[in-house]
């Protein structure tokens, strides 16, 4: 269990000290989709939700997260943001929506899980949006897809 970096040598959960490592420029993006009806897509996009905008909630909700993520996750870090952002683009093929989210940092831990985080709460607030013409939306894909930075560099999904 040595290379568990989140246990100590009893096998319990610890958070990482990150005290003696070097303050660099760390940027992560993540990704992710959610499938629905056409109509329900069509929905999304005339804006004619009885709760509002979808695109534009679920933005606002991703970027509120990943500030917030050291409060959900357990053992991570509170970071100090210097950017985060979602992107949703329609795709007709699925039908459904696409997410891209990143979070950016000056600082001594990388900001993968706040890009995920980003990119999971967008989704869900998609979901929580658009039930009410489709329960059987699908969230699938919640992935990193690349950081830069850090002591191990940087790394781009293939």
Known sequence: MSDLTHLDAEGRARMVDVGGKAETARTAYA?????MSADAL??????????G???AAARIAGIMAAKRTAELIPL???IALTDAG???EVDRSLPGLHVTAWAS????????MEALTAVSVAL???YDMAKALDRGM???????SEKRGGKSGDWKRE
């Open 138 to 144: 699908q969230i699938s894909g919640v992935r990193l």
């Open 124 to 126: 869900l607030t998609i």
């Open 105 to 112: 940092t000056l600082g001594r831990t990388g900001v993968q």
């Open 76 to 78: 991570c870090h509170p």
């Open 53 to 55: 905008d979808a695109i």
């Open 86 to 88: 979602v992107d949703l």
């Open 42 to 51: 069509d929905a999304i996009e005339r804006h004619a939700l009885s709760k």
């Open 31 to 35: 990704e992710g989709s959610i499938t």
